[in-house]
């Protein structure tokens, strides 16, 4: 998709275009997130942006590793010391 120019109006409303509300799916009532990279804005559909952070998590995590198993132990380990 090339560049597209749209214009900001009263309040700093933005319309999406048709174009891009469709090749991303977006409906009205869709979520967003905005972003500031760079000095540019980024608008995410929701769905999209939680997708980049479970991505950006599971590179931090080692292969076959589960956090959930690491969070129950740690929680475990505090109630312990909480009952002493």
Known sequence: MDNI??????????VLPAQVRQSLGI??????TLRIADQAIVLQPRHAALQTVRALVRQRIPEGESLVDALIAARRQEAQ???R
């Not at 749209?6 to 700093?12: D, E, N």
């Not at 409906?27 to 967003?32: A, P, Q, S, Y």
């Open 5 to 14: 120019t749209i214009c900001v109006s009263k309040g700093g409303r933005l």
């Open 27 to 32: 409906k009205e009532g869709d979520r967003l």
């Open 81 to 83: 010391a909480e009952d």
